[in-house]
């Protein structure tokens, strides 16, 4: 089968990364994949570098974000499906379910270059005269031969006017005017973030619960316009309503499985709510108009800072690529509680412990 550049299967491209146009990036220098290479049927092995330092996706306590290798894997959607399964672009890739599991040791920062190959298998496609209808896509990650994780994901492929028919003749520009204003943001060192612009919750009067700021001028989550809240900015709301829950230094969010139900569209507001499920584990939903739109699991660790200096470890023995969740640290109480979830401190090395939320403007 050819690809829209008119290659064929066992191909490999190498460039500094790939054409930006093929991972559905505007800005060049948000494209992480460097190369693929196509194996026979729905076998593929693709390529990244990831940055050492990054606006959005930045390390903590000397690991990568989990976003970042979520990224990674999104932008292979699109490659893959214009390179190796005949979709043309103006295409619409639309996600209904994702799940993702890294391993902590293996996102250590390395002193030189970060190198990452993942290994794509595709399974249940489905063609139509030679275009993608839908796939699942799963992913396996090795950075410098190091496990670094795996994820698993269902996306349906939409023509524009098939697009059109479901999600309305309305213009992006008349979405974007009809946008809810941005609320005020809780404090960026609460959500793991440092900059305040990169915060995506917005403080209510209850507990577990927050508003979504979409920010349509951010310039990585909106890196061009679209009409509805973003899959990435919407994993990016639970993992900041994870920290948000439990505010300590070392907490790390190391899974996800989430279910895309509807789309959160940008004139009316939506909502993010967790709620302890069971051990490291966080129920999610992020609601608009009193109906969900995506819902799922959040598992979350306390992992130890490393000291300075000190290597990158190898998985512990006997647990194979990927360890089992909650390995690295239980949910526990908190010795001392936290101010707010807006403003709460950060504990050393320890079990990862809920804040309390407290009143404020709700929505």
Known sequence: MSNSYGLGHDVARVTGTVPRELVHKHAPHEVLLTDWTTHGRDRHTVRARWPRFHTFYASRNRRFDPLLFVETVRQTFPLLSHTAYGVPFGSHLVWDDFSFEVEPPGMLVPPGPADVVLDVTCRDVRMRKGCLVSMTMHARALLDGRPVGSASTRFTNHSPAV?????????????????VPLPPGLLPGTVGHLLPENVVLARTEHAGRWQLRVDLDHAVLFDHPVDHAPGMLL???????????????????????????????????????VRPLRRNVLRAVIEQSGAPCLSGEVTVQAVPVPAAGSPRPLPPDGLGPLGPLGQLGPLGPSDEAPRSPGEAGREAVGAVAPAPATGGRAG
């Open 163 to 179: 697009y059109r028919r479901l999600r309305g003749e309305h213009g992006l520009a008349a979405k974007h005017l009809r946008a």
């Open 235 to 273: 994993l990016e709301a639970l993992r900041q309503a994870a920290h948000a829950t439990y505010p300590a230094t070392d907490t790390m969010v190391t899974a996800m499985s989430v279910s895309f139900e509807k789309w959160v569209e940008l004139d009316e507001a939506a909502w993010v709510s």
